[in-house]
T-cell receptor, first 115, second 109 residues
Framework: DTGVSQNPRHKITKRGQNVTFRCDPI?????LYWYRQTLGQGPEFLTYFQNEAQLEKSRLLSDRFSAERPKGSFSTLEIQRTEQGDSAMYLC?????????????FGDGTRLSIL | QKEVEQDPGPLSVPEGAIVSLNCTYSNSAFQYFMWYRQYSRKGPELLMYTYSSGNKEDGRFTAQVDKSSKYISLFIRDSQPSDSATYLCAMTRDDKIIFGKGTRLHILP
């Protein structure tokens, strides 16, 4: 049973550039979540998918952020025109859809550093 | 007031001691309660997952939920240096997880 996989593990970019992260969930999991974690804080919810449908987006997800899950398998999170405040760990989690509030299993995240 | 309050620590205890970690919450709508362990530069790892008030045990770990007081705890028995990590309490509402800030735990050999 492979876990949630995220790539790249670390991304360094200049302010104003666009970045894209990828998440591959556990294979039988239909739900996929994105969270953001800054230093000294717990992860904060950004958005989630049920198969390919994006069901909810947090107010934290500004217009510069977009997430997709085109075939209900892997997902991408893109940040356009990056800003210093975007520096954080971006975490992906997945769960089954057999009922609500199923336990979520996390990947090791993509650490974004904005120069 | 934040929905979930957790003392960030750090908490340092000698090896072999019993560790007690706690969180309080304000929203009665929370349905499931969890504890995650997070090592440096890694993602959170699910340790305990529970719904009802009371205790749930798994090896050296015991999770306790008191819904009437809106208080949850995690106890670690016979603590080991490998338990040194950040412990995040978490609660679900509408399929989203709300996390505490995490408590940094150091087990001293």
């Amino acid at each position: 049973d492979t876990g949630v996989s995220q790539n790249p593990r670390h991304k360094i970019t200049k302010r104003g550039q666009n970045v894209t992260f990828r998440c591959d969930p556990i294979s039988e999991h239909n739900r996929l979540y994105w969270y953001r974690q800054t230093l000294g804080q717990g992860p904060e919810f950004l958005t989630y998918f049920q198969n390919e449908a994006q069901l909810e987006k947090s107010r934290l997800l500004s217009d510069r952020f977009s997430a997709e899950r085109p075939k209900g398998s892997f997902s991408t999170l893109e940040i356009q025109r990056t800003e210093q405040g975007d520096s954080a760990m971006y975490l992906c989690a997945s769960s089954t859809d057999r009922g609500y509030n199923q336990p979520q299993h996390f990947g090791d995240g993509t650490r974004l550093s904005i120069l | 007031q934040k929905e979930v309050e957790q003392d960030p620590g750090p908490l340092s205890v000698p090896e072999g001691a019993i560790v007690s970690l706690n969180c309080t919450y304000s929203n009665s709508a929370f349905q499931y309660f969890m504890w995650y362990r997070q090592y440096s530069r890694k993602g959170p790892e699910l340790l305990m997952y529970t719904y009802s008030s009371g205790n749930k045990e798994d090896g050296r770990f015991t999770a306790q939920v008191d819904k009437s007081s809106k208080y949850i705890s995690l106890f670690i028995r016979d603590s080991q240096p490998s338990d040194s990590a950040t412990y995040l309490c978490a609660m679900t509402r509408d399929d989203k997880i709300i996390f505490g800030k995490g408590t940094r735990l150091h087990i001293l050999p």
